[in-house]
């Protein structure tokens, strides 16, 4: 990654970290070896009941005095992150999977043996505990324990405060992120609600989830440069598929009307904050649709999806606000040029005129690109930065989408929609492309171009075109980046953000 891409390179974790806490390191194993020689370190006995969320839902608004006249005990356990020592008794900060509560411990309600061992816990050791809940004078809602028991003990010291965690180490070490911060959690919680949202959405609409090769033979279905492995038992070279697209039209081909498939692509290409070469990918595939009626489809998606796990439409990321609220803004491919980037549509047809625009804009002209392409470049530039709020871009050129159905009228362009928001694409779909011999045509296009140099260029697929030769009934599909959407649901500046554990640099 580089600067320009919109993150610093991200190379080593920093060894003032294990320097500085080595001394620490080392007094919590001898402390631990002390405590191996009376008890296990390391137990799988105990078996917590109740969840600190749970116990604030179901007690948090009940007073002092009605929580006096509850006998229910309760039987938690997680990690410690905070301990004040006030010599016979102390109290503790638990946290669990569902979050926070208090623990207190008085010297005269617990054995000697329990007094003696709580003395010697370490903040960022597991215990687990069970106790009667009462609220303290400043209202905290806290267990008095009974019983406290080490159930694993944590050798590396956490930090004293999350801010010294750096935005390296948070990707490196990401469980020692979801320890320290609540956000960060958050961020994960959501996006599981949101993949789930998805399935549910899918296939309340008669969906059915499969699953296709991640290893092919052929990668086909976007424009990308694939990663490449070896088969040795079949002696053959492989692909991390870019796209899981023409496996999922093989299978319309054979009778399947609705299918999707939610899971990951690889795309050997260069990190930014929006690229991770491992993401995640929704793509779905609908018969006897068009792309109008996938537009409609994710309108819908989109804007429930927010309302499921945020319970809005309307958003702000980055401090930029953002409405998800039907009906968003359709633009053709060159009314967007011409109204938003300046060049006329009238100009755009002139390969000529359009490569001086792109030259005068600073772009890179390459001589054998396509007008299709040197427009896409005028529209990276000069359009997509501006797409704030959700807008759909539609009508794109041959020449830059092999795999999409010529339109009826203008058979220069397809039936196919970009989806951006805040200047990123969010979203891909168009009409699908089911005639066999204009496929043929477009593929042996894009060997030209890989032939000439360009290694995102599509590789040639026969046994695709022999399964369209059956007959593939007309349909629309898409794709959306998972990863993207939840960025843009959790408020996300950067894709890492949202992976639990991204792709970085080699540590130095």
Same mark, same amino acid.
């Given at each position: 990654m580089t600067s320009e891409q919109g993150e610093a390179p991200l190379t080593g974790v920093e060894t003032e970290v294990a320097e500085e806490t080595s001394p620490v390191l080392e007094a919590r194993f001898q402390k631990s070896a002390r405590l191996a020689e009376t008890r296990p370190i390391y137990p799988n006995t105990f078996r917590p009941q109740d969840q600190a969320g749970a116990i604030r839902e179901e007690l948090g608004e009940k007073t002092a005095e009605e929580l006096e006249s509850l006998s229910a005990v309760k039987v938690v356990a997680g990690r410690l992150m905070a301990k004040r020592d006030y010599g =016979?008794?102390?109290?503790?900060?638990?946290?669990?999977?569902?979050? *926070?509560?208090? @623990?207190? $411990?008085?010297?005269e309600k617990v054995s000697p043996e329990c007094f003696e061992l709580a003395k010697q816990l370490d903040i960022g050791d597991l215990v687990g505990g069970s106790g009667r809940v009462f609220k303290t004078k400043t209202g905290e809602l806290t267990i008095l324990l009974d019983e406290l028991e080490l159930v694993t003990k944590?050798?590396?010291?956490?930090?004293? =405060?999350?801010?010294?965690?750096?935005?390296?180490?948070?990707?490196? *070490?990401?469980? @020692?992120? $979801?320890?320290m911060s609540e956000s960060s959690r958050r961020v994960f919680q959501i996006r599981s609600r949101v993949v789930s949202f998805l399935r549910s959405f899918l296939e309340s609409r008669g969906f059915m989830e499969v699953?296709?090769?991640?290893?092919?033979?052929?990668?086909?279905?976007?424009?990308?440069?694939?990663f490449e492995t070896y088969h040795n038992a079949l002696e053959r070279k492989l692909f991390l598929r870019v796209a899981p697209e023409l496996y999922l039209k093989r299978l319309l081909v054979g009778g399947f009307g609705r299918v999707y498939e939610l899971n990951r692509s690889f795309r050997n290409e260069g990190l930014s904050i929006q690229h991770n070469p491992e993401f995640t990918m929704l793509e779905f595939y609908q018969s006897y649709a068009s792309f109008v009626d996938l537009m409609d489809l994710t309108e819908v998606m989109f804007s429930e999806a927010a309302q499921a796990t945020l319970g809005t439409t309307e958003i702000s990321y980055q401090g930029q606000p953002v409405s998800l609220k039907s009906p968003w803004a359709r633009l053709t491919f060159a009314e967007a040029i011409e109204t938003i980037g300046g060049f006329p549509q009238a100009e755009q047809r002139d390969r000529?005129?359009?490569?001086?625009?792109?030259?005068?804009?600073?772009g890179e002209k390459s001589p054998q690109d396509p007008l299709g392409k040197i427009l896409a470049k005028i529209f990276?530039?000069?359009?997509?930065?501006?797409?704030?709020?959700?807008?759909?871009?539609?009508?794109?050129?041959v020449d830059i989408s092999p795999l999409a159905r010529r339109n009826q009228e203008n058979p220069d362009l397809t039936d196919r929609f970009e989806l951006f928001i805040l200047g990123r694409e969010m979203a891909n779909g168009f009409s699908e492309l089911n005639d066999p011999l204009d496929q043929r045509k477009r593929f042996q296009a894009q060997v030209e171009e890989r032939e000439a140099g360009d290694e995102e260029g599509m590789y040639f697929d026969e046994d695709y075109i022999r399964a369209l030769m059956y007959g593939m009934p007309p349909a629309a599909g898409e794709g959306v980046g998972v990863d993207r959407l939840v960025m843009l649901l959790t408020d996300s500046p950067s894709i890492r953000d949202v992976i639990l554990f991204p792709h970085l640099r080699a540590e130095k």
């Open positions: =016979k008794s102390t109290f503790y900060d638990l946290l669990d999977p569902s979050g *926070r509560i208090q @623990l207190y $411990l008085r010297r944590g050798l590396w010291p956490l930090p004293e =405060k999350y801010h010294e965690l750096s935005v390296e180490l948070k990707y490196r *070490r990401r469980y @020692l992120d $979801l320890i699953e296709t090769p991640m290893m092919q033979p052929i990668p086909g279905g976007a424009t990308a440069r694939p000529e005129k359009a490569l001086a625009f792109l030259v005068a804009l600073g990276d530039l000069v359009v997509e930065p501006k797409l704030t709020n959700p807008t759909f871009i539609t009508m794109y050129p």
